[in-house]
């Protein structure tokens, strides 16, 4: 007989500072500017939305628990063999099932400073350990990451470009990172703003998958497709890794309305530029007219701007906080990202945006 008066979940969990998503209210404000979670202000493509619609009149179906359509669609887009894809609810579904098929009581992953909080608490909820490597300027460090690596590391987590600083990784160094590891080692490539870097020098990693054994990339359709209410991601992986994520994942873990507007997504091309040109017009706007106002900017390659802001008594990252919702205007505190003053602010449509430009002047008490 157990000593236990109760049940206990395992080690790790309880140790887990729960994710707060980003805000979506402002208290007595009735036009709010939600510019917390990197949503695009452009939306879905119309012709994912019609599709959405249309799953409506067989809602007592099951879904395809496969994913066929979409796999071969996503394999279509991006020239990649569709088995060697998976689906998931989200990509964070898809890194939690990474983490829960290769990480166990007293392993190690390793995340970076400023890395997605979703690794550390997919990471301890496996009973693993999270091991922190330091960034630099906001950046990944390639070889502060590798000199972390012990016996005991199963997973190196790297979202390239990582939220919420918006910096990333050169694609050479990547590959520096890939050929310094462990073979043991799976290296997860979160490519989830993937298709806002316009930089030479970046690439996802689809081209690491095909030609290594432990590399994953993992894409979502919260980010560019404007899809985050369906829950909708995938990775890339190489055929050992998607048999295991296979094996564990939920049998219908991609209902049919994510699966038929992600493809109606992914083949709309044209809105997919759209988007990526309207986040190049108005991140470089925000990060001159933000930067104008003497705040510093770290340069961000995705959808969002990391706005970092002094710390002298009422100017704050939380004063700041404050009074742009009281405007209705909601960016995102960054504090648990241990950036406890800098506020990171979603590229949004052309009213939020020049509201924010604004605001954050009379803030600041200069003018615009
Ligand atoms: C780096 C990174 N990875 C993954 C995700 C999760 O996206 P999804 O909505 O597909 O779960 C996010 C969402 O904010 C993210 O910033």
Redesign the pocket.
């Known amino acids: 007989m157990s000593a236990l008066q109760r049940p206990e979940p395992r080690p790790g969990v309880v140790d887990i500072e729960a994710y707060v998503p980003g805000k979506s209210t402002a208290p007595g404000i009735a036009q709010v500017f939600k510019l917390s ?2 949503e695009t202000p452009l939306g879905p493509s119309p012709k994912a939305i019609a599709a959405y619609q249309a799953v409506a009149r067989h809602l007592e179906d099951y879904p395809d628990g496969a994913a066929s359509d979409l796999r071969e669609a996503i394999g279509r887009s991006f020239g990649l063999d569709p088995d060697r894809i998976v689906c998931g609810a ?4 898809l ?1 939690n099932l990474l983490a829960r098929a290769y990480l166990t009581d007293g392993d190690e992953a390793i995340h970076t400073t400023h890395g ?1 909080l ?1 690794y550390p608490i997919a990471t301890l909820g496996c009973g693993a350990k999270p091991v922190v490597a330091p960034e630099t300027n906001y950046t990944a460090d390639v070889d502060a990451i590798l000199a972390r690596v012990t016996a005991r590391t199963r997973i190196v987590f790297l ?1 390239n470009p ?2 919420p600083t918006g910096t990333y990784v050169p694609f050479d160094e990547v590959k520096r990172l890939h050929r310094a590891l462990p073979a043991h080692v799976l290296l997860v490539l ?1 490519a ?2 993937a298709e806002y870097v316009s930089r030479n020098d970046y690439e996802s990693g689809i081209e690491l998958v095909a030609t290594s054994e432990n590399v994953v990339m ?1 894409r ?3 980010k560019i497709h404007g899809l ?1 209410a369906l ?3 995938w990775l890339y992986g190489p055929a050992h890794v998607v048999d295991a994520v296979n094996r564990i994942r939920g049998p219908f873990n991609v209902n049919t309305a994510a699966m038929r507007a992600g493809i109606a997504a992914i083949e709309d091309a044209a809105h997919v530029e759209r988007s990526q040109a309207y986040n190049e017009q108005w991140r470089a706007w925000l990060t001159a007219e933000i930067g104008k106002l003497g705040l510093d900017m770290t340069p961000s390659v995705a959808n969002f701007v990391l706005i970092h802001f002094p710390t002298t008594k009422g100017r704050t990252a939380q004063d700041a906080d404050a009074f742009l919702t009281a405007r209705g205007l909601i960016l995102r505190r960054v504090a648990a990202y241990k950036l406890p003053n800098a506020l990171r602010m979603s590229v949004g449509s052309e009213q939020a945006n020049r509201l924010v430009v604004k605001a954050l002047a009379e803030f600041l008490g200069r003018p615009a």
Not at 90 to 93: A, E, I, V
């Open positions: 979670s990197n989200g990509s964070d579904d890194l997605f979703v979202a990582n939220n979160d989830a703003y993992c979502t359709f919260s985050a829950r909708l991601g």
